[in-house]
């Protein structure tokens, strides 16, 4: 028996250990079956899942249910991206292990990995994550950087992979270079600074505005936007930069806004991103003014040695005094910050730093053809693909100048720059630590060989995903029957990164599409609606919501969240999802006593009764809807839909209202009401099951188990859609007689009478649903426990009657004093001349004891009823049907 109270920390974890025993989730390549495999994304080992992570797997994991139940064999490994800068400082910190010791620190790195994995590993099996763990893969595994390292070298061999010097995201704090991904704006307050750069040899100036001066002797050029009237004349000449005397040149282009500031900027290398964007389209020259450490260099002259804050308010104060600075206005403005980790936060700066690079701008083209033969969901986030790809200014820079990452697999001659390529059979190595694969170099003979010691940007790693896990060039059957992936589950954030780049390699490396179709999810927000962030104080972690509700409600909460859009966190929808939960439970252990071991195959060919066949037909319609959603990877109205059909149209209506039958003495209407009950019962479980996976397995093991003979619900095929039993006319007889009884279930309640009450006697009159009363008569009179219950064609004679009429005491004896008494016997003796006039005049005039009398609404109280062949009764009308409560 169902216990009374819905435990979901009690049945989730013997569940999730069930699952895991029994190897539910395992997956067996069979080629008979169609392929479902999902590029999972590997979120990186932090230790610690979120409420993101939670939002985007619950996803991924309802469309490997759904399409393990529609009979596909389902790929589902689940992998973590290990390499990062968050690890190597965590290790320098926490362990007191310096990057100077490269082995010791790359060994207590991987431990501090396989810590975080374990962790993770567990909040994923604590939502009810049905991946096969027997798959797991991780970027730091030989094998994974093998084939990492094996696609280097084929990008090698295609002319594709090159050095040269680039800026690199640099934290001054951290000391290390950044990926995109772990930098970003924060608003912040500061001023912008109006300076009048003089043009060489004449005696005029050009107005920039800035919020950098520190930055002026890094200055080699000032640009205008070509349309600015203001400065036309002034385009092709010199400014001659102050305090530095030299000389630039003032160029147009389209990128500059001529809205902001003075609409003349000058070009920094390196300020900002624009800055990199113009050096390399005019081929400019670059000058670095600020070091590794975040402080002036010699290029700065007397600011040497000055921090850059510090640099800004020496230089900001010598172009004043110099008549140069004429304006200074505080601004509130987005700063570059190493944001992805709290505890830094320190302004980013552009250093130009030798780097290995990937030639991905001249094939931005064909990433947008192949992307345009995936399926976008939704479909409009194609468009940040490709106006991502139509923007590049440069190529990618895959190396990261760090210790815990994937070796780039390649040797240089430091005397005539050869680079020297791993060979495959040696894979993976590290340059760092192995001996090159020649003795002398195969182009001018040295032994002056040296290992590159820069590692790999994460996304080199990530964006070979779906390669990986079809087992590229490892295992032909597998990846035949498993490639392309048919789905890539992912953020809106990463598009323009992780989307973008596995587009690129895997097309580049098999001249295929990565994926089928593409799912897009939004961010998760604070309760609040703005981004979770601890400065809010608006996070909330899975830790926090689970032990208090269950992962099936939180699953319930990520099935809600509009495809695409991002999502807040609200603690009272989750708090509905449970009350649901415990209303679903409630429904089944009702159940339980009269269809736990009912031979539904015996029965199921029974001609049913009208109510059965409207909940069966709304059933059907929701299972044609479910489907039609899920293949589009839409959960939201599904979700609420089902929620909404569970609670009302089953619970509220369709069991109540055969809750007679089923106690009743009619033991074929009790036969007709089980054999319904169960296969509506029985497909809510399937239809729920991916969505709410726990919840859904104890009532399948409960209820259904012993007579259909499966391990477990999630083994079960998804519910079939039958035509036959969609019957609009009895869906009409269904809604009609919900309204009927809700009608006699608010005259209970407002009489303060129980829902199971006696009611002596209730007549309906009606006209066109004359008929469907008639088919609903015994629903209703054995739903509402009527003792008396008439159907009458046609429309009650009423009458309506003053019972009571009476003065106001408490408007009419103020102003009335002796006279209330006989105020009160004219109103009873004129009751309907009264009532008469307060209807068209609104108020009523008379004498008593000669003295004028005036009354409104207000100071006469009436109360009225309605009788019917002399008798007194309320009633209720539901379209055409007034019903008679006697």
């Known amino acids: 028996m169902l216990p009374k109270t819905y435990d979901p920390n009690e049945i989730e974890p013997k569940w999730q250990k069930f699952w895991l025993e029994e190897k539910i989730y395992k997956y ?18 932090s230790g610690t899942l979120h409420l993101g992570h939670v939002l985007s797997h619950t996803w991924i994991d309802i469309v490997a249910r759904y399409k393990r139940m529609r009979g596909y064999n389902v790929l589902f490994p689940q992998g973590f991206d290990n390499h990062g800068l968050p690890t190597e400082l965590k290790v320098e910190k926490e362990f007191g292990i310096s990057k100077d010791q490269p082995e010791e620190f790359l060994k207590k790195c991987i431990e501090w990995t396989w810590q975080a994995i374990e962790a993770m590993r567990n909040q994923f099996i604590r939502i009810g994550y049905s991946a096969d763990w027997d798959l797991e893969y991780h970027t730091m595994d030989d094998d994974y950087k093998a084939l990492v390292q094996k696609s280097l070298l084929e990008f090698y061999k295609k002319g594709l992979l090159y050095q040269d010097k680039h800026p690199v995201y640099w934290c001054p704090r951290c000391r290390t270079s950044l990926a995109k991904a772990e930098v970003g704006y924060v608003e912040e307050d500061g001023y912008l600074y109006y300076i009048k750069l003089p043009i060489a040899g004449e ?318 999810n939004g961010m998760v927000a604070g309760p609040d609606g703005r981004k979770m962030s601890k400065s809010y104080g608006n996070v909330v972690s899975p830790e926090e919501v689970i032990p208090k509700y269950g992962a099936d409600a939180l699953r319930l909460w990520t099935a809600l969240a509009p495809p695409g859009e991002d999502h807040p966190f609200k603690w009272e929808i989750v708090d509905y999802n449970y009350r649901f939960l415990q209303k679903l439970w409630n429904i089944f252990r009702f159940a339980e006593r009269h269809i736990k071991g ?106 259904f188990r012993d007579k259909v003979g499966a391990r477990s619900v999630h083994l079960l095929s998804w519910p079939a859609y039958r035509e036959d039993r969609i019957d609009e006319e009895t869906e009409k007889l269904g809604k009609f007689a919900s309204e009927i009884i809700g009608a006699m279930r608010r005259y209970k309640n407002s009489h303060g009478l129980a829902l199971n009450a006696k009611l002596k006697h209730v007549a309906i009159y009606a006209t066109d649903s004359y008929k469907m009363l008639k088919a609903l008569e015994k629903d209703i009179a054995g739903t509402m426990n009527i003792e008396k219950l008439e159907i009458i064609k046609g429309e009650p004679e009423l009458e309506e009657r003053i019972t009571e009429i009476k003065p106001n005491f408490k408007t009419v004896g103020p102003k009335y004093g002796k006279l209330v008494p006989k105020i009160a016997a004219y109103l009873k003796e004129n009751a309907e001349e009264v009532s008469r006039a307060l209807k068209e005049q ?43 409560f006697f």
């Open 203 to 520: 005696n005029d100036y050009i107005p920039i505005a800035t919020t950098r001066p520190e930055l002026m002797p890094a200055c080699v050029a000032v640009f205008v936007h070509p349309e600015d009237e203001r400065y036309k004349d002034k385009v092709g000449k010199k400014v001659k930069l102050p305090i530095f005397e030299r000389e630039v040149p003032i160029l147009a282009d389209e990128d500059v806004d001529p809205n902001f500031g003075t609409g003349a900027v000058y070009n920094c290398t390196y300020g900002d991103e624009q800055d990199v964007v113009w050096q390399k389209r005019y081929n400019l020259p670059v000058i670095i003014a600020i070091d590794e450490n975040g402080r002036m260099n010699e290029n700065a002259g007397k600011y040497k040695g000055l921090t850059a804050e510090e640099a800004r308010e020496a230089i900001a104060k010598d172009l004043e005094e110099m008549g140069l600075l004429y304006k200074k206005e505080k601004v509130h403005h987005r700063v570059l910050r190493h944001t992805e980790r709290s505890s830094c936060m320190a302004p980013i700066e552009l250093l130009p730093k030798k780097q290995w690079f990937i030639k991905v701008k001249d094939f931005t083209d064909d990433i947008v053809k192949v992307a345009e033969q995936i399926k976008w969901y939704p479909e409009d986030m194609f468009l940040r693909l490709k106006d991502w790809a139509e923007s590049m200014d440069w190529d990618w820079v895959i190396s990261r100048q760090r210790v815990f990452g994937t070796p780039i697999p390649f040797w240089v001659c430091k005397d005539c720059g050869e680079i020297i390529p791993a060979r495959e059979e040696d894979l993976p190595v590290d340059p760092r630590f192995d001996k090159p694969p020649v003795e002398k170099c195969p182009k001018c003979g040295s032994t002056n060989i040296e290992g590159v010691k820069d590692v790999l940007d994460c996304w080199v790693d990530s964006s070979i995903t779906p390669l990986v896990i079809s087992k590229w060039q490892r295992d032909e059957k597998w990846f035949k029957h498993n490639f392309p992936t048919s789905l890539r589950p992912q953020g809106t954030d990463i598009i323009r990164t992780w989307a973008f780049y596995t587009i690129f390699r895997t097309y580049m490396l098999t001249g295929q599409k990565p994926w089928h179709d593409i799912l897009i």
């Open 28 to 45: 067996e390549l069979d080629e008979k079956r169609p392929a479902y495999s999902i590029d999972t994304p590997p979120p990186f080992t």
């Open 598 to 703: 009912f031979d539904y195959e015996k029965y199921k060919d029974l001609e049913l009764e009208p109510l059965d066949r409207w909940i069966l037909s709304r059933l059907h319609r929701l299972i044609k809807f479910a489907t039609e959603e899920l293949e589009k990877y839409r959960f939201n109205l599904l979700t609420r839909e089902l929620m909404t059909f569970v609670w009302h149209e089953v619970a509220d209506d369709y069991i109540e209202m055969i809750k007679h039958r089923l106690y009743g003495e009619d033991e074929e209407s009790k036969l007709k009401a089980k054999a319904a009950l169960y296969e509506l019962l029985y497909n809510i479980t399937l239809l729920l099951a991916p969505f709410a996976p726990h919840i859904t397995e104890e009532l399948y093991q409960e209820m």
């Open 842 to 884: 609104g108020k009523i005039e008379f004498e008593v004891d000669g003295q004028k009398v005036e009354l409104n609404k207000e100071d006469i109280v009436i109360r009225k009823a309605v009788f019917s062949e002399g008798e007194e009764v309320e009633t209720a009308v539901v379209g055409d049907a007034v019903i008679l």
